[in-house]
């Protein structure tokens, strides 16, 4: 017979107030990446435990880059990654004591199941704060940046010119006896357009505006800003989607096929109805490959910054199916 916990495949407990940090969390267990980045993360941080410099930004540049990718996502990334530098179970050495009969609310939990999490640990962690609400700083669609970010962006222009400049260069170097206009209908000698302009893995993006407040009326300048938008909107940047994807149905549905993926991949379908007849009877009469696609689908649509090639951890069948 094989073993797999009912909490792997079966939501129904989980209530709906629950439901979104659920999904991304056990999606989160399904990515050898995200679960990977645990792992590294605990064993960065456990020696500086010792040395009292746990709180400090790591060092390690890949770590640290890794992360910032997984944060790339906003908010829900916060569902699996709050206390990935805690012992696994445990908590920050300057966790707060407890009192009688309290638990904290934050430890090194991941990735043990969902249902597993204690009811603090499980609010703690379902709280959606308000949109645009980032590191604790409420952002809003459009407003103005400061001097730093004019750094930045002068930083990051002067860089783009130098590179133009140098390959350039190069190109005149090894075409001594050809002119810049030879060179250029050759397409060795280029000078793309430089945009005055910073993105942010965040997503958000600084850069350098012209309004003619004094020639244009509100309304003709917000529709002029209209075009703007749909015109120079990131491809590479996902839209937040909110047609019905916070909807508790949409989540659970999602959990559901998760449920049925990892079936899939402990048991035949033809086995499920004889060793596992609980799950017989909830997903028996689904069309279980489709389902199964169609988390593999979600997992792409949750975790945008993965890798293409991979795939959820259960997503290879018992049946052998691997695609």
């Not at 850069?207 to 938008?229: A, D, H, M």
Request: glycine share 6%; charged share 30%; proline share 8%.
């Amino acid at each position: 017979m094989e073993n797999i916990p009912r909490i792997e495949w079966d939501f129904a407990a989980v209530p709906d107030n629950e439901l979104l940090a659920c999904c991304y969390w056990e999606y989160a267990r399904e990515s050898a990446f995200i679960c990977g980045l645990r792992q590294r993360c605990w064993e960065y941080w456990q020696p500086l435990y010792l040395k009292g410099q746990w709180w400090n930004e790591p060092e390690d540049k890949q770590l640290h880059a890794d992360l910032q990718m997984a944060q790339s996502i906003g908010y829900p990334a916060e569902v699996f990654l709050s206390g990935i530098c805690c012992p696994p179970d445990g908590v920050l050495p300057d966790s707060p004591p407890l009192k009688s009969g309290e638990v904290h609310r934050l430890t090194g939990s991941f990735p043990k199941p969902w249902q597993l999490l204690t009811p603090q640990e499980r609010k703690y962690r379902s709280h959606v704060p308000p949109r645009g609400l980032v590191d604790f700083v409420q952002m809003v669609p459009f407003e103005r940046g400061n001097f730093l970010d004019a750094r930045d962006i002068v930083q990051t222009v002067t860089a783009q010119r130098r590179d133009r400049d140098e390959a350039n260069e190069l190109a005149r170097r090894a075409n001594p006896r050809m002119t810049d206009e030879a060179l250029m209908r050759l397409g060795k000698l280029q000078f793309p357009d430089i945009q005055p302009s910073v993105i942010y893995a965040s997503g958000t993006e600084h850069t350098v505006v012209q309004i003619s407040w004094g020639l244009f009326t509100n309304e003709e300048i917000i529709q002029s800003f209209r075009k703007w938008v749909k015109a120079n909107r990131p491809e590479d940047i996902r839209k937040p989607d909110g047609k019905g994807r916070n909807k508790a149905r949409d989540w659970r549905v999602a959990l559901e096929r998760l449920g049925i993926t990892r079936l899939l991949h402990r048991l035949r379908r033809r086995e499920m109805e004889v060793k596992c007849p609980e799950a017989w009877k909830l997903y028996g009469k689904s069309e279980c490959y489709k389902e199964r696609k169609r988390a593999g689908e979600m997992f792409r649509r949750l975790f945008p910054f993965l890798s293409k090639s991979e795939r959820p951890l259960s997503w290879p069948t018992k049946g052998g199916r691997s695609r």
